[in-house]
């Protein structure tokens, strides 16, 4: 970024600060009619704009536009923009880059009682969960019924819906693939401990009236955040107000009248920075100050999640907000329960792809000099593990801030090569093709003759992330040592420890598509 002599002695004032707090000073003093002379002027709305001019109370019907007040601002050329969420929220997808927008997230004496609020003591009775018709929010969901029904807590859920009974009824229906017994556990568990409330958290107060709002802020120990819009083709500009806004809602209330610790779950890919590659221990607002806004694939969405992991550690520092950050990779099936897989994610559509085709690479990853081919690795884990690895982590998590990079540490010699073996020694005929761009190809035009509601499901929109081959790593290029440690300090899983994928897990996939009927 270019600056002034003027700008450069300002921020020379501010070494203290981390990177990303230097670098928004920098483009406000570098933006407007007065930019590099050291002065800024920001346009702060609450409301009142909806009247005329100064010293007049007349009508002033344009202002009733949220985007008049982001034009008034560029066409006086000040310095920045700061409103609360709503106003941002309904213009921040058509003036995304023209002006810097500050979101006013609390007022000052918001802030300042925050330090002062009680901080959280024993373990949580009375759990708030976002998300929880997602795909890792429903088994985040169980999980905590069958911990509070130890100790009598209560789960309040909050999900779209016309009312409490629909949002509980779309809770329902996520869980309900086919497993009875699934079903059964839920029913039971929910009777006595579910709360489920309609809201949003792409809406202020979350979507809640101020009763039930006031209600939470007194009554809640802790809060666990999945939810987000999860979407690798829209750009950040779509994804700000879901993914950011709504963390910065949920902060809101995790800081209003008690401290409430926050579980947030976030992606991998917001540790990476070009070949740069970020640990668990790292204060990502320092180690990646700024990140670059372009079209790449899920560029959007990892930005969203970087900027929701921003707002975490500021409201930490500032407030002594206790916050887990879970940075997930790919979340696999369900270990136990009938048809419970993420048939939208790519792996999902892979396997569905492969069967259904008949066809596979040779090798899905570049050759290594290996004489029986390349040894990779594939990171994921089933979403069973997850579940339990973010609740006892994160209820845990009542002091301090702390990151988790949820991955699968193993160099195991599991890849995607390896599940292609198992799914051809479980009965299911599939050639392999020496040549990778002819299997690619080949690949491709199978997929466009299936039926339609396969080839819905298919990888066939997804093609690009297989060209060209993978490269052949042996084990995650992210390192997890605070969460092996933790998963094995905790005794968590199975094994208590970070589990292997297994030729079961990939059978199942099989099992559970041909159970909703895509195989």
């Known amino acids: 970024m270019k600056m002034t002599p003027r700008v450069r002695k300002i921020l020379s004032h501010y070494e203290s600060d981390n990177p990303g707090t230097k670098t928004n000073l920098a483009r406000i003093l570098m933006q407007g009619r007065l930019a590099g002379t050291g002065k800024l002027v920001i346009l702060p709305v609450d409301q009142g704009f909806e009247h005329g001019p100064v010293r007049s109370f007349g009508p002033n019907p344009a202002a009733y536009d949220p985007h008049y007040h982001f034009q008034l601002a560029l066409d006086a050329g000040l310095s920045a923009y700061a409103a609360p969420l709503g106003m941002i929220e309904a213009g921040a997808d058509s003036f995304a880059g ?140 779509q994804l700000f107000g879901p993914n950011v806004v709504g963390t ?18 976030s992606t991998v890919a917001v540790a990476f920075s070009g070949d740069d590659v970020f640990g668990e221990d790292v204060d990502i607002r320092t180690a990646i100050a700024v990140r670059k806004i372009d079209d790449t694939y899920a560029n959007g969405y990892a930005n969203s999640k970087w900027a929701g992991e921003v707002l975490m550690r500021e409201a930490h520092d500032l407030c002594g907000l206790p916050g887990a950050v879970f940075r997930c990779d790919m979340i696999l099936a369900h270990r136990r329960y009938a048809g419970q897989l993420n048939v939208t ?21 570049e050759f290594d000099g290996r004489t029986d081919g390349a040894r990779a690795h594939y990171d994921g884990l089933p979403v069973d593990f997850i579940a339990e690895a973010i609740a006892t982590l994160g209820a845990n998590a009542t002091d301090g801030f702390h990151t988790y990079n949820v991955v699968n540490p193993h160099d195991d010699g599991i890849s995607l090569d390896q599940f292609v073996d198992w799914l051809i020694a479980a009965g299911n005929p599939i050639q392999r093709i020496d040549d990778y761009g002819d299997w690619l190809t080949r690949f491709e035009t199978a997929m466009r003759a299936l039926p339609d509601r396969q080839r819905q499901h298919s990888e066939l929109n997804l093609l690009d992330a297989f060209r060209p081959p993978t490269p052949a790593l042996h084990s995650p290029v992210l390192p997890a040592d605070a969460f092996r440690a933790g998963v094995r300090s905790s005794c968590i899983g199975v094994d208590r420890d970070i589990p292997h994928i297994s030729a079961d897990l990939i059978g199942k996939y099989v099992a559970d598509l041909r159970q909703l009927e895509l195989l």
Not at 132 to 146: D, H, N, S, V
Not at 350 to 356: C, D, E, K, N, T
């Open 345 to 365: 994610d790519l792996f999902t559509r892979l396997m569905l792809s492969l069967v259904a085709t008949g066809i596979a690479p040779r090798s899905f990853h």
């Open 98 to 237: 023209q002006i810097p927008i500050i979101l006013k997230l609390n007022s000052a004496n918001t802030l300042t009682a925050a330090k002062n609020l009680a901080r959280p003591r024993g373990a949580p009775q009375t759990v708030l969960l976002t998300g929880a018709t997602g795909y890792l929010g429903r088994f985040l969901c169980m999980e905590w019924l069958q911990r509070l029904s130890q100790s009598g807590g209560t789960l309040i859920c909050i999900a779209r819906g016309r009312d409490s009974g629909a949002a509980r009824e779309r809770i329902a229906d996520a869980l309900d693939r086919g497993d009875p017994d699934l079903t059964r556990e839920f029913q039971t568990l929910a009777a006595d401990h579910l709360e489920v409330l309609a809201g949003d958290v792409d809406e202020p107060n979350l979507g809640l009236d101020d009763g039930t709002w006031n209600r939470l802020a007194d009554n809640v120990d802790l809060i666990v955040h999945p939810a987000a819009l999860v979407n690798h083709v829209l750009p950040y500009s």
């Open 248 to 265: 910065a809602e949920v902060i809101r209330l995790a800081l209003t009248s008690k401290l409430k610790p926050i579980n947030y779950v």
